[in-house]
Structure formats: structure tokens, C-alpha cells
């Protein structure tokens, strides 16, 4: 063979570095310790599991990773918010939900997801870049005794490109720190060439790729005569009911669907019986056992019948009211009257419960019963301004069989959740303690409507006996004027 045809045929070796094995944790940080006290820095060490204090021992400094996730997030957060001011704020101006164009709070979902979306972007392909990732082979695998890094033994390596390598002498320092096995990590001879047919493979992959994306498009710039070809056709065409409307796929045709029995929704159950109901409880265990065994299967929620008997329970109830005819008052005692109702509000009154109940007596009850609770609210005005003939008006709140000796408050309570004559019930629009805030307020109103002149201090009750007579004639030039508008009314209408 001549010398031409020799060195065609010669491979060159490059040499990676030099890695040393040992056999202990302790054996391999101490080796550590030495090779970065040399000035080493580009080193790397091999364990079978997570050993503590290495990095310290190899003098790796931290990761710039956090900061690239940092800058990456921050370009995303800006991108978003550009994003949104620029379309909402200056090319389209659209109001939504009646909020500004630059609304920066209404910004904050799609700023957040743009923000994480761009950090785990620079996450991900920051830690391939500071890794020298893809690597699909690494030289330390040329050598077979490296298969037991991953079982019982320990490696430290020692990169050739670091500024202070020389062969021999790193040899020697490791020898120095008791390895008995040193090699050299040598390139590997195995081909470097891609195989044909990956490349085959990945380019019919993403041909095959562009096929959906092709028909999408092909579908949106035509028209055909064939119907659309649905994958989910049930999801497509879903029998969609509203609450109240009748349905087929269930046997009682109803829609709208009970809870499961048993079901206690979150939050409820929190209290006692005595203030989710207004009754008292362990009274009425007394008188009317079945009763109470309907209340609680009611409020547990057990089986539809249970809430069925609760509702027929309450309407009957309702039946009750305040204007009772001499006829009335001759028939049997009503539910009403006959419950064991709390008489005091379970809630410590304060300063702060009455004005939770004035802020919810405004919002509620004012538009019938008025602000001062005496029944003429904008409701009540404006069904006898057009003379509804089906209107029944509110009642007042300071008629004497509504104060507290005749009307407990847990009466009123039950009122105000379950509704009665025509006024619906409260108990889905307004929280528990809410509607015993309101039933402490009507109780402040009414004592605050009906206060003796006994209790105010001899040095102001000149002034407030003036200011009584002036509101009295007031009210009285207001009956007055409203009985004449009145007249006034039913004339034109004859």
C-alpha cells in the first residue's frame, strides 16, 4: 500500500478532554474541590443521583437562565399591551362592557398569558442554547467503563477547550486525587453523516403536515353544494334548552335539571336551621315534628319530594296577611300564626349591620315600600298613576301588625326569602345575613318613625318638637295634594 492510499485511510482522533472515576461521594467532591482550586472552569462531574454541594465544588456560577425567562416574559407583557392599545385604543375603537378604550385592568388576561406564553419560550429553548443542545452524541460515551454513571460510579471531566488545560498535567492533578482509572475522552468514530432517510422522513412529515392547513383554506375561498362534513355531529347539532323550556331527553320533560341528591352547595349549611328559616326549631319539634323532618330533608337538599313538601309548606304560609278581614279573623290560625317563629335577630345589631341593611332596604325594597318605608315606592306610584287594576299595593312597614311584639323578626325574615301575595321572595337575589341586616333596619325604621319625645334631652326638645310640626304639615299637604291628583284622575276617567 503506498503512502497516498495510507493516508487516505488514517483517522485522526481529536481528543474532548480528560475524565477520572471514582468510587465515593466524598472521593469525587474532594477531586472537585482540587480541580476548580487549579482553575479549572470548564469542568463537569457525573452522578447515579442528585449530589449536594457539587456546584459549588465545580465553582459553576448561576444560571443566566432566570434573567433570559425575565427579559423573555417582560417582551411579552410589552407585546400584549401594545397589542390591545393598538387595536382597541386607536385602529378600532369599540366599547365593551362600557369600559374605556384604554381599559389597562381589562388588558391584564391576555398582557398575563403573553407573558408566560414568551418566559416558557425562553425557558425551554434558553436552556437548549446554554446546553449546546441538540447533541445527539456525547464523546464521554466512547468510553464503556462511562455506562456505570448511571448505576455506581462517580466522573469528573475535564474539558480540552478550557484555557488551562495541558494533557499531562491534568492527568497528574487527577491522579492526585486518588482516581484509579484516567482516560482520555477521544472523539467518536462512528459516522457523522445524517442518514438519507431521515431527511426523506422529515420532509414528507411536514408535507403531510400542510394537508389540513391547505383544505382549511381551500374550504374558506369556496363554495359547495354538499353539506358541511361534521366530526362531532351530536356536539354540532346539541338540543340546546333553555331553563323553563319542555325536552324529550329526560322522563319528566323538564329542561332544567335537580341537583343530585344529597348535593349541599358550598357555603350553605354554615348556619343554624333557626336562621335559614326564621323558625324556631327545637319549638316547633315540639308541636310539629313531621314539620321539622321537611324542613331538614328541604334544606339538605335530599330528594325533590322533601323540597316539594317545603315549597307547598311555604306557600301556604304566604297565604297569611297582614289586612286580615273580621272573616279572617274568625277562620283558624294560619301557618303563620301558628309557627314558633325566632323573635330576635340571631345577628349581633350594630352600627355596621344597619347599614348593610339600609345600603340592601335601598336597593331591594325601596322601590316598592318607599325610602321611609311607608309603601309609596316608585312601583307603587306608578301602578296608580296608570290605575293597574291586578296591583296590590305594599304594605307599610309602621302599621302596628308589623312591629316586633306582633311580627317577630323571624317571621319578617321569612317574608323577606320566601316572598307573600304578590312580592316574590328574596332568598336567590340577597345573602342570608343580608336579609337579617334588612330585617334589623325595618326594626330601626320603625322605632326611629315612632320615637317618643320622652327621649330627647330637655335642651333640644323645643327644636325637635318644631321641626315634628313642620313635617307633619308637610305630609299632611302631600295627602292632600295626592287625594286631589287622585279625584282628579278617576274624574277624567269617567
Not at 90 to 97: G, L
Not at 152 to 167: K, P, Q, T
Not at 188 to 193: F, R, Y
Not at 313 to 334: I, Y
Request: hydrophobic share 40%.
Amino acid at each position: 500500500m503506498d503512502q497516498k492510499t495510507m493516508s487516505e485511510t488514517k483517522i485522526e482522533t481529536t481528543v474532548h478532554g480528560m475524565m477520572a472515576e471514582f468510587t465515593t461521594v466524598d472521593s469525587l467532591l474532594s477531586a472537585c474541590r482540587r480541580v476548580r482550586d487549579a482553575g479549572y472552569t470548564k469542568t463537569d462531574a457525573y452522578t447515579p443521583f442528585p449530589v449536594h454541594g457539587i456546584d459549588k465544588a465545580l465553582g459553576i456560577k448561576p444560571t443566566v437562565l432566570p434573567w433570559i425567562c425575565l427579559i423573555a416574559g417582560a417582551t411579552g407583557t410589552c407585546i400584549a399591551l401594545a397589542m390591545q392599545i393598538w387595536m382597541n385604543s386607536i385602529d378600532y375603537k369599540y366599547i365593551i362592557s362600557g369600559k374605556p378604550f384604554l381599559s389597562l385592568p381589562a388588558f391584564i388576561p391576555v398582557a398575563f398569558e403573553l407573558t408566560i406564553l414568551l418566559a416558557s419560550f425562553g425557558a425551554f429553548f434558553g436552556m437548549w442554547a446554554l446546553n449546546g443542545l441538540p447533541k445527539f452524541s456525547n464523546p464521554m460515551f466512547t468510553d464503556p467503563r462511562f455506562d456505570r454513571a448511571t448505576d455506581d460510579r462517580f466522573f469528573l471531566y475535564v474539558d480540552a477547550s478550557d484555557e488551562r488545560y495541558d494533557a499531562a498535567g491534568v492527568r497528574s492533578l487527577m491522579a492526585d486525587t486518588g482516581s484509579d482509572y484516567i482516560n482520555e475522552v477521544v472523539e467518536d468514530d462512528s459516522p457523522k453523516e445524517v442518514p438519507k432517510p431521515v431527511f426523506l422522513i422529515w420532509g414528507l412529515s411536514v408535507a403531510a403536515s400542510l394537508v389540513p392547513l391547505i383544505c382549511i383554506l381551500t374550504m374558506r375561498v369556496t363554495n359547495s353544494s354538499q353539506p358541511r362534513f361534521h366530526i362531532f355531529f351530536d356536539m354540532d347539532f346539541s338540543p340546546a334548552k333553555d331553563a323553563q323550556q319542555v325536552t324529550s331527553l329526560f322522563v319528566d320533560n323538564r329542561a332544567m335539571r335537580s341537583d343530585v341528591p344529597g348535593t349541599v352547595a358550598r357555603g350553605q349549611m354554615e348556619e343554624s336551621l333557626d336562621m335559614l328559616t326564621g323558625i324556631d326549631v327545637e319549638a316547633l319539634t315540639l308541636t310539629d315534628p313531621p314539620r321539622v323532618e321537611r324542613l331538614v330533608r328541604a334544606y339538605m337538599q335530599a330528594d325533590d319530594q322533601a323540597k316539594a313538601e317545603e315549597q307547598e309548606t311555604l306557600e301556604k304560609e304566604a297565604e297569611a296577611t297582614d289586612e286580615a278581614t273580621e272573616a279572617a279573623e274568625a277562620a283558624p290560625a294560619s301557618v303563620m300564626d301558628t309557627t314558633p317563629w325566632v323573635e330576635k335577630n340571631p345577628l349581633t345589631v350594630d352600627a355596621d349591620l344597619l347599614a348593610t341593611g339600609q345600603q340592601q332596604f335601598a336597593i331591594y325594597c325601596s322601590v316598592c315600600h318607599g325610602m321611609d318605608g311607608y309603601g309609596n315606592g316608585l312601583v307603587n306610584q306608578r301602578a296608580q298613576s296608570i290605575s293597574a287594576p291586578t296591583w296590590v299595593p305594599p304594605a307599610s312597614m309602621h302599621q302596628e301588625t308589623l312591629y316586633a311584639d306582633k311580627y317577630p323578626d323571624g317571621k319578617l325574615f321569612s317574608t323577606i326569602s320566601n316572598g307573600i301575595r304578590k312580592m316574590p321572595g328574596y332568598a336567590g337575589q340577597i345573602k342570608l345575613k343580608d336579609r337579617w341586616a334588612i330585617v334589623a333596619y325595618v326594626r330601626a325604621l320603625q322605632k326611629s318613625q315612632n320615637a317618643s319625645l320622652d327621649l330627647v334631652p330637655d335642651a333640644k326638645k323645643a327644636a325637635v318638637e318644631k321641626a315634628v310640626e313642620e313635617a307633619k304639615a308637610e305630609l299632611k299637604r302631600q295627602a292632600e295634594e295626592a287625594e286631589k291628583a287622585a279625584a282628579a284622575r278617576q274624574q277624567a276617567q269617567q
